[in-house]
């Protein structure tokens, strides 16, 4: 196992899961548990700990991506881990995919996508606004520690945009995702997957609209709770206060033909 070296951040987390995200080097660390002091987590090893002054246990653990992402620069709405999971798993990501995602954000999609993707396949994250993507970028890089060769991040507005090879998932997170369905479609391989993700359920009425006219079919849309749990000796109830509402996610599959009017289905 890796030991942690000076300069790398580790995630200082208490019994009861409190967490402090803290760059290692030679100065001392503070909370309401007590003081610790950073150069005595060289050379130690994940799931150590060390005791404060005041004799509370700070356990040292290596940021997760769920960690990172809530830590990491923000100047947009991200995608929550819940919805990260899920649109991870029902884009049904294979290894050597060829992703198209629109807008990069702070970065957090992009970040799953590249875990999940590995290094054979490609994602080009296509953002409209330069600041966002250098951004996302620098957020991106600090993550996997530098850019991943497998990514590109493209400025230009999705629906300009234009490519010589045909992916096999489009994700897209866009103020206005509707005027973005036609022009990924031609994107987009037979068969392929384009996920949507909206706050509001007019803008996913909006989008079946497009979908249904630029050859997707299998159109689902769905929402995801997560509520988190207290438990101990004493209690074991939901908290009393959870995320109710992120987003629906839309899945659709490409096909060559648009939906006909008159179909019996509709
Ligand atoms: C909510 S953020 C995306 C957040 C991202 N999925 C994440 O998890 O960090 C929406 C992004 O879409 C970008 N955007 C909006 N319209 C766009 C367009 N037409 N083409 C490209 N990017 C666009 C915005 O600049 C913004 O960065």
Known sequence: MDRFQMGESVMLTSQKGKKWLVRI???????????????????????????????????????????????????????????????????????????????????????????????????????????????????????????????????????????????????????EPWHAIGPVAGLLRQGGLLLSLSPNIGQVQLVYRELKAHGFAAMNTFELMKRDWMVDERRARPKDRMIAHTGFITVAKKTPFPMASGDPEE
């Open 25 to 175: 080097d030679d100065t001392p660390f503070s909370c309401h548990l007590g003081a610790i002091h950073m150069k005595d987590v060289l050379g130690r090893e994940e799931g150590e700990h060390l005791e404060t002054h005041k004799g509370a246990k700070l356990f040292l653990f290596r940021p997760s991506l769920e960690d990172y992402i809530f830590t990491m620069v923000r100047k947009t709405q991200i995608i929550y881990p819940k919805d990260l999971g899920a649109i991870v798993f029902h884009g049904d990501i294979r290894h050597d995919d060829l992703i198209i995602e629109s807008g990069i954000g702070s970065g957090a999609l992009s970040m799953a996508l590249l875990r999940a993707l590995g290094e054979n396949g490609t994602l080009i994250s296509v953002e409209k606004r330069p600041e966002f993507a250098l951004q996302a970028s620098e957020n991106i890089a600090k993550f996997f520690g530098r850019a991943p060769s497998n990514h590109q991040v493209i400025v230009a507005d999705i629906q300009d945009f234009s490519l010589n090879a045909l992916a096999d998932r489009v994700f897209l997170d866009l103020p």
